[in-house]
């Protein structure tokens, strides 16, 4: 299992500011991954964070907006630029420890509102 | 393009009634399906489900894969007001990615 430690918790933000949400595991692991959930919808997988290489990021996510950082193998912060109350979300870190097939673990999520 | 659907979108039910909650998927090198449980911003881990027809169990919840249809569901007898939540169906890949369903909101009344 992983323990992971996500924040801030929430935070409320001024729209064209940046926040940048922290994640560190108690464990060495390989694969990081960064959700956003927005209202009433389903986690929405953003980026992998891989050590030593760029973040993979899926389809409608860009670096610009979400840069990536994965210094060690056991912590990974997710910036989120030039804030719109679009982003206004819950963004979660998850870690993969042993490989698939195998629970992914969760941190305890950030809420944003930007306002 | 890889997915996962749930249904329904949401319930609601009195205390002590049996739930059964679904999920359908289309992935690619699929690899398992998991159910998760959501009160308020973390998911916490339920099942994983690897092999069709093998029943998971844990106190009332029970949940099962049927590999060549390719569902779940997941079941909640006795339901209590403290199952309330959102019920997400996730499945991974052979690229290791989790694919998240939208989710089910349950809600359970006294």
């Known amino acids: 299992s992983a323990v992971i430690s996500q924040k801030p918790s929430r935070d409320i933000c001024q729209r064209g500011t940046s926040l940048t949400i922290q994640c560190q595991v108690d464990?060495?692991?390989?694969?990081m991954f960064w959700y956003r959930q927005q209202p009433g919808q389903s986690l929405t997988l953003i980026a992998t964070?891989?050590?030593?290489?760029?973040?993979?990021?899926e389809s409608g996510f860009v670096i610009d907006k979400f840069p990536i950082s994965r210094p060690n193998l056991t912590f990974s912060t997710l910036t989120v630029s030039n804030m719109s109350p679009e982003d206004s979300s819950i963004y979660l870190c998850?870690?993969?420890?042993?490989?698939?097939?195998?629970?992914?673990?969760f941190g305890q999520g950030t809420r944003l509102t930007v306002v | 393009e890889d997915k996962v659907v749930q249904s329904p979108l949401s319930l609601v039910v009195h205390e002590g009634d049996t739930v059964t909650l679904n999920c359908s998927y289309e992935?690619?090198?699929?690899?398992?399906l998991l159910w998760y449980k959501q009160e308020k911003k973390a998911p916490t881990f339920l099942f994983m489900l690897?092999?069709?027809?093998i029943e998971k169990k844990s106190g009332r919840l029970s949940s099962i894969l049927d590999k060549k249809e390719l569902f779940s569901i997941l079941n909640i007898t006795a339901t209590q007001t403290g199952d309330s939540a959102i019920y997400l169906c996730?499945?991974?890949?052979?690229?290791?990615?989790?694919?998240f369903g939208t989710g089910t909101r349950l809600k359970v009344l006294a």
């Open positions: 998850s870690v993969d420890v042993q490989g698939a097939p195998t629970e992914a673990f």
């Open positions: 464990s060495q692991v390989t694969m």
């Open positions: 964070a891989n050590q030593g290489s760029e973040a993979t990021y």
């Open positions: 992935v690619t090198n699929f690899r398992s």
């Open positions: 690897t092999s069709s027809g």
């Open positions: 996730a499945t991974t890949s052979g690229t290791y990615k989790y694919i």
